[in-house]
T-cell receptor, first 111, second 114 residues
Framework: SQQGEEDPQALSIQEGENATMNCSYKTSINNLQWYRQNSGRGLVHLILIRSNEREKHSGRLRVTLDTSKKSSSLLITASRAADTASYFCATVNTGGFKTIFGAGTRLFVKA | EAGVAQSPRYKIIEKRQSVAFWCNPISGHATLYWYQQILGQGPKLLIQFQNNGVVDDSQLPKDRFSAERLKGVDSTLKIQPAKLEDSAVYLC????????????FGQGTRLTVV
Protein backbone atom coordinates (compact mmCIF):
# COMPACT_ATOMS: atom_id res chain seq x y z
CA SER A 1 0.00 0.00 0.00
CA GLN A 2 1.13 3.53 -0.63
CA GLN A 3 1.90 5.87 2.24
CA GLY A 4 1.42 9.32 0.76
CA GLU A 5 -1.76 10.53 -0.90
CA GLU A 6 -1.60 13.65 -3.05
CA ASP A 7 -4.37 16.14 -3.54
CA PRO A 8 -5.60 17.22 -6.03
CA GLN A 9 -5.17 14.37 -8.51
CA ALA A 10 -4.95 16.90 -11.35
CA LEU A 11 -4.46 20.66 -11.53
CA SER A 12 -4.66 22.97 -14.53
CA ILE A 13 -3.43 26.57 -14.27
CA GLN A 14 -2.25 29.44 -16.44
CA GLU A 15 1.40 30.30 -16.81
CA GLY A 16 2.44 32.76 -14.12
CA GLU A 17 -0.02 31.45 -11.52
CA ASN A 18 0.98 29.57 -8.40
CA ALA A 19 0.34 25.85 -8.01
CA THR A 20 -0.21 24.15 -4.67
CA MET A 21 -0.20 20.39 -4.16
CA ASN A 22 -0.84 18.58 -0.92
CA CYS A 23 0.31 15.27 0.47
CA SER A 24 -1.10 13.39 3.45
CA TYR A 25 0.45 10.35 5.06
CA LYS A 26 -0.40 7.88 7.79
CA THR A 27 2.62 6.85 9.85
CA SER A 28 5.61 8.52 11.46
CA ILE A 29 8.24 9.65 9.04
CA ASN A 30 11.95 10.40 9.07
CA ASN A 31 11.60 12.77 6.10
CA LEU A 32 9.38 13.59 3.16
CA GLN A 33 10.56 14.20 -0.38
CA TRP A 34 8.99 15.64 -3.51
CA TYR A 35 9.78 14.38 -6.99
CA ARG A 36 8.80 15.47 -10.49
CA GLN A 37 8.21 13.21 -13.47
CA ASN A 38 7.90 14.63 -16.96
CA SER A 39 6.04 12.66 -19.60
CA GLY A 40 8.20 9.79 -20.74
CA ARG A 41 11.10 10.70 -18.48
CA GLY A 42 12.46 9.54 -15.18
CA LEU A 43 11.77 10.84 -11.71
CA VAL A 44 13.78 13.83 -10.56
CA HIS A 45 14.24 14.79 -6.93
CA LEU A 46 13.06 18.31 -6.06
CA ILE A 47 13.37 18.79 -2.32
CA LEU A 48 13.70 16.88 0.97
CA ILE A 49 12.23 18.10 4.26
CA ARG A 50 13.10 16.38 7.53
CA SER A 51 10.58 15.62 10.26
CA ASN A 52 12.01 18.35 12.51
CA GLU A 53 11.70 21.00 9.81
CA ARG A 54 8.58 23.01 9.03
CA GLU A 55 9.43 24.79 5.82
CA LYS A 56 12.06 24.70 3.05
CA HIS A 57 12.64 26.73 -0.07
CA SER A 58 14.42 25.94 -3.29
CA GLY A 59 14.15 28.47 -6.08
CA ARG A 60 10.45 28.75 -6.98
CA LEU A 61 9.57 25.81 -4.73
CA ARG A 62 8.30 26.07 -1.18
CA VAL A 63 7.57 22.98 0.89
CA THR A 64 5.86 22.89 4.26
CA LEU A 65 5.52 19.98 6.66
CA ASP A 66 3.01 19.63 9.49
CA THR A 67 3.79 16.42 11.38
CA SER A 68 0.86 16.92 13.75
CA LYS A 69 -1.52 16.76 10.78
CA LYS A 70 0.69 14.31 8.85
CA SER A 71 0.61 16.51 5.81
CA SER A 72 2.90 18.43 3.47
CA SER A 73 2.36 20.94 0.71
CA LEU A 74 4.40 21.89 -2.34
CA LEU A 75 4.00 25.40 -3.73
CA ILE A 76 5.37 26.29 -7.15
CA THR A 77 5.36 30.04 -7.67
CA ALA A 78 5.17 31.83 -11.04
CA SER A 79 4.59 28.59 -12.90
CA ARG A 80 5.91 27.98 -16.39
CA ALA A 81 4.80 25.66 -19.17
CA ALA A 82 7.91 23.61 -18.45
CA ASP A 83 6.53 22.84 -14.99
CA THR A 84 3.92 20.61 -16.62
CA ALA A 85 4.58 17.20 -15.06
CA SER A 86 3.43 14.76 -12.40
CA TYR A 87 4.52 15.57 -8.87
CA PHE A 88 4.91 12.85 -6.25
CA CYS A 89 5.53 12.98 -2.55
CA ALA A 90 7.59 10.18 -1.07
CA THR A 91 7.70 9.40 2.63
CA VAL A 92 10.61 7.75 4.36
CA ASN A 93 9.49 5.99 7.52
CA THR A 94 11.36 5.92 10.78
CA GLY A 95 13.37 2.83 11.54
CA GLY A 96 13.20 0.88 8.31
CA PHE A 97 13.76 3.84 5.99
CA LYS A 98 11.39 2.50 3.36
CA THR A 99 10.74 5.12 0.66
CA ILE A 100 7.09 5.01 -0.39
CA PHE A 101 5.51 7.13 -3.12
CA GLY A 102 1.99 8.50 -3.40
CA ALA A 103 -0.19 8.42 -6.52
CA GLY A 104 0.85 11.89 -7.67
CA THR A 105 -0.67 15.19 -8.80
CA ARG A 106 -0.74 15.88 -12.51
CA LEU A 107 -0.03 19.55 -13.14
CA PHE A 108 -0.85 21.22 -16.47
CA VAL A 109 0.47 24.72 -17.01
CA LYS A 110 -1.08 26.45 -20.00
CA ALA A 111 0.99 28.98 -21.91
CA GLU B 1 28.84 11.93 -12.71
CA ALA B 2 27.20 8.96 -14.43
CA GLY B 3 23.58 8.36 -13.52
CA VAL B 4 21.68 5.16 -12.80
CA ALA B 5 21.86 2.90 -15.83
CA GLN B 6 19.10 0.47 -16.70
CA SER B 7 18.68 -1.99 -19.52
CA PRO B 8 16.87 -2.81 -21.64
CA ARG B 9 14.76 0.34 -22.20
CA TYR B 10 11.88 -1.58 -23.71
CA LYS B 11 10.83 -5.22 -23.64
CA ILE B 12 7.83 -7.02 -25.12
CA ILE B 13 7.19 -10.61 -24.07
CA GLU B 14 4.35 -13.06 -24.11
CA LYS B 15 2.63 -14.08 -20.91
CA ARG B 16 4.28 -16.97 -19.10
CA GLN B 17 7.69 -16.03 -20.53
CA SER B 18 10.60 -14.89 -18.38
CA VAL B 19 12.32 -11.50 -18.38
CA ALA B 20 15.22 -9.91 -16.56
CA PHE B 21 16.10 -6.26 -15.98
CA TRP B 22 19.51 -4.94 -15.08
CA CYS B 23 20.48 -1.89 -13.05
CA ASN B 24 23.84 -0.27 -12.40
CA PRO B 25 23.55 2.31 -9.61
CA ILE B 26 25.65 5.41 -9.11
CA SER B 27 29.09 4.47 -7.84
CA GLY B 28 29.28 4.51 -4.06
CA HIS B 29 25.55 4.43 -3.47
CA ALA B 30 24.74 1.89 -0.77
CA THR B 31 20.98 1.81 -1.22
CA LEU B 32 19.27 0.44 -4.32
CA TYR B 33 15.54 0.38 -5.02
CA TRP B 34 13.33 -1.34 -7.58
CA TYR B 35 9.94 0.24 -8.22
CA GLN B 36 7.05 -0.81 -10.45
CA GLN B 37 5.07 2.04 -12.01
CA ILE B 38 1.82 1.19 -13.72
CA LEU B 39 0.52 3.84 -16.12
CA GLY B 40 -1.19 6.67 -14.25
CA GLN B 41 -0.04 5.52 -10.82
CA GLY B 42 2.80 6.33 -8.48
CA PRO B 43 5.87 4.10 -8.20
CA LYS B 44 5.33 1.05 -6.02
CA LEU B 45 8.34 -0.16 -4.04
CA LEU B 46 9.14 -3.77 -4.90
CA ILE B 47 12.43 -4.24 -3.08
CA GLN B 48 15.01 -2.12 -1.29
CA PHE B 49 18.63 -3.19 -0.79
CA GLN B 50 21.19 -1.78 1.59
CA ASN B 51 24.52 -2.90 0.11
CA ASN B 52 23.74 -6.51 -0.78
CA GLY B 53 21.19 -7.10 1.97
CA VAL B 54 17.41 -6.80 1.59
CA VAL B 55 15.83 -4.01 3.66
CA ASP B 56 12.28 -4.56 2.48
CA ASP B 57 10.61 -6.83 -0.05
CA SER B 58 7.13 -6.91 1.44
CA GLN B 59 5.46 -5.91 -1.83
CA LEU B 60 7.50 -8.17 -4.09
CA PRO B 61 5.35 -11.01 -5.50
CA LYS B 62 7.83 -13.65 -4.54
CA ASP B 63 6.10 -16.45 -6.39
CA ARG B 64 7.16 -14.86 -9.66
CA PHE B 65 9.55 -11.98 -8.95
CA SER B 66 13.11 -12.26 -7.70
CA ALA B 67 15.89 -9.75 -7.28
CA GLU B 68 19.50 -9.85 -6.29
CA ARG B 69 22.31 -7.39 -5.78
CA LEU B 70 25.59 -9.18 -6.12
CA LYS B 71 28.57 -7.64 -4.34
CA GLY B 72 26.42 -4.68 -3.36
CA VAL B 73 26.68 -3.01 -6.76
CA ASP B 74 24.67 -4.10 -9.83
CA SER B 75 21.23 -5.58 -9.46
CA THR B 76 18.91 -7.72 -11.53
CA LEU B 77 15.15 -8.08 -11.26
CA LYS B 78 13.56 -11.15 -12.79
CA ILE B 79 9.97 -12.08 -13.53
CA GLN B 80 9.16 -15.73 -14.15
CA PRO B 81 6.52 -16.38 -15.42
CA ALA B 82 5.15 -13.01 -16.52
CA LYS B 83 1.47 -12.11 -16.35
CA LEU B 84 -0.45 -9.48 -18.30
CA GLU B 85 -0.75 -7.32 -15.16
CA ASP B 86 3.05 -7.09 -14.95
CA SER B 87 2.99 -4.61 -17.84
CA ALA B 88 4.53 -1.49 -16.34
CA VAL B 89 7.68 0.60 -16.17
CA TYR B 90 10.30 -0.85 -13.84
CA LEU B 91 12.38 1.85 -12.24
CA CYS B 92 15.69 1.40 -10.51
CA UNK B 93 16.98 4.05 -8.14
CA UNK B 94 19.95 4.47 -5.84
CA UNK B 95 20.86 6.72 -2.96
CA UNK B 96 24.00 7.40 -0.98
CA UNK B 97 22.45 6.25 2.26
CA UNK B 98 19.20 4.68 3.32
CA UNK B 99 16.34 7.18 3.19
CA UNK B 100 18.15 10.28 4.39
CA UNK B 101 19.26 11.51 1.02
CA UNK B 102 17.70 11.94 -2.37
CA UNK B 103 17.25 8.98 -4.65
CA UNK B 104 18.46 9.10 -8.24
CA PHE B 105 16.34 7.27 -10.77
CA GLY B 106 17.19 5.53 -14.00
CA GLN B 107 15.11 5.97 -17.15
CA GLY B 108 13.29 2.72 -16.48
CA THR B 109 12.43 -0.37 -18.48
CA ARG B 110 9.01 -0.36 -20.11
CA LEU B 111 7.66 -3.93 -20.06
CA THR B 112 4.70 -4.97 -22.16
CA VAL B 113 3.28 -8.45 -21.61
CA VAL B 114 1.01 -9.66 -24.42
Amino acid sequence: SQQGEEDPQALSIQEGENATMNCSYKTSINNLQWYRQNSGRGLVHLILIRSNEREKHSGRLRVTLDTSKKSSSLLITASRAADTASYFCATVNTGGFKTIFGAGTRLFVKA
Amino acid sequence: EAGVAQSPRYKIIEKRQSVAFWCNPISGHATLYWYQQILGQGPKLLIQFQNNGVVDDSQLPKDRFSAERLKGVDSTLKIQPAKLEDSAVYLCASSLTQGNTEAFFGQGTRLTVV
